[in-house]
Every structure is written in C-alpha cells, then in structure tokens.
C-alpha cells in the first residue's frame, strides 16, 4: 500500500459536521458485523487521534451514543444523522473515517477487511486492527 499522506476532507450528509483526515490515498476499511455497524452498514479507516481535525463549527452538531463497555464513542450529527467518524473500540486513540464520507477525488483505493464484531475479542487479537492508530515509525 502507498504510505505517502494525502489530506482527505469529508462530512456529514448536510455538511455542518465538516473534518480533514490525513492518511494515504489508499486505505484498508474494515466493515464490522457488531449490533450497530451491521445497522449501520459503517465501513471505515482508522488513523491516528493527531491525524485527524475538526473544521469549523463541527462540534456544536455532534452528539455521540455509546453502550456496551462504552470505550466506543459513536458520533454523529445532530441534523442529518450520519455518522461520518467516531471513536472506536478497538483504537480508542485513533479516529475511524466512514470511508463514504470522504469527499470525492483523494482516496484512490480501498481495500474491505473484515471485522467480526459479534466476536469481538477474538476478532481483535486474529486482525492486527489496533496497530491501524499507531504511528508508523
């Protein structure tokens, strides 16, 4: 995978939650079986907490949802709904990106891993996913 950093912009539906991510143009999205990504249908990035910004007046829109161990922050906006980033489970010092939410022309590809959520602990140790927050040295 290209591990050159290209600045990604992207937002909710109705564009009052707006952000810029950093991260390469091609990304490894991981779609998640758990009770709210399945709803959902959320499949996303994860990046490093420090590679991602909040624009503007963004946050006065987000609210967020938790439950379970309540590690997860799921936002989402209070006008349309969507949730286009939160703070997973599995990399709570990261931020995950739903990779639809992306502006169009910056990602160039986008690989779908899978995440078994409804096995969580498993699928965590067998996936590698909570090196996706770190920082590549």
């Known amino acids: ?3 050159e950093m290209v600045v990604h912009n992207g937002g909710c539906h109705c564009r009052s939650v707006r952000w810029r991510v950093q991260s390469p143009s091609s990304v490894v999205a991981w779609q998640c079986n758990c009770s709210d990504c399945l ?6 990035f ?24 309540h590690t997860a922050k799921h936002t ?10 939160y703070t997973p489970r ?8 739903t990779f639809r939410c992306v502006d169009p022309g910056t990602l160039t590809h986008v690989e ?5 959520g409804q096995n969580w602990e498993d699928s965590y140790n067998l996936t ?9 040295k």
């Not at 709803?39 to 996303?44: A, F, P, Q």
């Not at 991602?52 to 379970?68: A, C, K, P």
């Not at 989402?76 to 980033?85: A, D, L, N, P, R």
């Not at 599995?90 to 990106?97: A, K, M, W």
């Open 46 to 69: 994860i990046v490093p907490s420090e590679r991602f910004e909040l624009l503007g007046d963004s946050e006065q829109f987000i609210t967020t949802y938790t439950f379970g161990t």
């Open 39 to 44: 709803m959902r249908g959320n499949t996303h």
């Open 76 to 85: 989402f906006c209070k006008v349309c709904g969507i949730t286009s980033f």
């Open 128 to 136: 590698g996913i909570s090196s996706c927050s770190k920082e590549e």
């Open 90 to 97: 599995s990399n709570p010092d990261g931020v995950s990106v």
């Open 1 to 3: 995978m290209d591990s």
């Open 112 to 116: 779908i891993k899978q995440f078994d």
